[in-house]
């Protein structure tokens, strides 16, 4: 084989593009069939290929350390290499406790209108729902008892410890779908899911099939949630497929989503978990009067930080001068400067402060990098991109 053809071989092995996705592979992996005889510990498991779980007998289970390691190796293999999601009927069985959060949620949310906040939502219009960012800490701040009594709950603990191990950390975000809300967009999540087709090409392929394994995705129902409220939409088995975060921006795809979805309605108490990159998006409320609330958690490995911690604002602040004298000079190339701002700056958005920072008109703020590459080409004064810098800084703050 010659080496320019390798090179080309090469290159389409480790870099997905646009053309790499295809219908039909989807539609393959999308017509998967499961039984109880490949989740036995599940309570059933209907049409839409989900296995579901009865938490009132795992809690019996998980009592002993056998109990407890078929459960979370279950679970592991459903969200890895089966349909990608698991439902945890009564997952919070202190409905009592579940209550009280709802209630404390609402107060949130009543404040933030009193305050003129706008909280916008990566997948769908501003407004269409009402969404409370960084929810874990404002409850803890708020009702601390009711935090603890919330999160002291055993499933949550067990289902993130399975797919990321001890010393994982929980986000909160709740997101209330109001009566006429539309549906998403079919959306894969967070890291990759959140970046704009071309930052995903640009990530080689085997960061792609990484991404899914640093964070569980979940999903507290705070009210009964009948299919006419629109609970989400899944297509399972998706997490599986390769170039699955470009397929997501297709038209094609979308339509395909659109049609052969499955949705599982839920009752308040029970839990959704599944795989980051399992292709989902939350449905449209056709309700009357169901306020159709969720907690979305989000639960990261610990393993998603650097070694040191550095104050990269007070470099790229130093920088700049410097950089800005020799892009004018051409004392360095552009690619040169680029390289500089990579060693320097955070090239990533999160985490950050999305009640200052929402995700209004974008999956994402402006980075650190982004901010300052357009500094340089806007040939910014010094106090400028200083100013912008602070307030990008107090964005990421809480």
């Given at each position: ?10 290159a ?9 996705v ?23 498991i ?28 279950e ?6 290499d ?49 969404r ?23 499933m ?44 995903v ?15 569980l995705?979940?999903a ?45 309605p ?18 449209s ?36 001068p410097?950089l ?22 955070e090239?990533?958005?999160f ?48």
């Open positions: 084989m010659k080496a320019d053809n390798l090179s080309v071989l090469r389409s092995r480790n870099w997905y593009a646009p053309d790499h295809v219908l039909d592979e989807l539609e393959a992996l999308s017509q998967r069939r499961i039984s109880l005889r490949d989740y036995p510990l599940a309570a059933g209907g049409a839409e290929q989900v296995p579901i779980y009865d938490c009132a007998v795992l809690r019996e289970l998980v009592k002993t350390p056998e109990g407890r390691q078929s459960v979370t190796a679970w592991i293999e459903v969200l890895k089966g349909p990608g999601i698991v439902v945890l009927r009564q997952a919070f069985d202190d409905l009592t406790t579940l209550d009280h959060v709802t209630i404390q949620f609402e107060k949130l949310i009543g404040n933030q209108k009193r305050n003129g906040m706008e909280s916008g939502d990566h997948f769908a219009k501003a407004g269409a729902n009402d409370v960012w960084n929810a874990l800490e404002k409850l803890c701040l708020f009702d601390p008892e009711g935090f603890a009594r919330y999160y002291a709950n055993d949550l603990a067990l289902v993130s410890e399975a797919w990321l191990g001890p010393a994982y950390q929980i986000t909160s975000q709740v997101n209330v779908v109001n009566p006429g809300g539309e549906a998403q967009t079919v959306h894969r999540d967070y890291h990759l899911g959140f970046q704009s087709p071309e930052q090409s640009r990530y080689p392929v085997h960061v792609h099939a990484l991404s899914p394994f640093l964070t995705q979940g507290v129902a705070h009210c009964d949630m009948p299919l006419e409220s629109g609970p989400t939409l899944y297509m399972p088995f998706t997490q599986l497929y390769g170039p699955g975060y470009l397929a997501t921006q297709s038209p094609a795809i979308r339509a395909w989503f659109t049609e052969h979805h499955v949705q599982l839920l009752h308040k108490g029970d839990a959704v978990f599944f795989n980051p990159a399992l292709f989902h998006a939350a449905g409320n056709r309700s009357q009067a169901i306020r159709r609330m969720a907690n979305l958690l989000q639960i990261s490995s610990a393993f998603g930080r650097a070694m040191e911690s550095m104050d990269r604002a007070r470099m790229a602040q130093t920088l700049y410097v800005a004298k020799l892009r004018a000079s051409r004392g360095l190339s552009d690619d040169g400067i680029g390289h500089v701002i990579a060693a320097s700056a090239g990533y958005a985490p950050t402060n999305l009640d200052r920072d929402p995700p209004i008109g974008g999956l994402a703020p402006q980075s650190q990098q982004a901010l300052f590459t357009q500094a340089l080409q806007e040939d910014w004064d010094e106090a400028r991109f200083s100013s912008a810098l602070s307030e990008r800084v107090r964005c990421t703050m809480t």
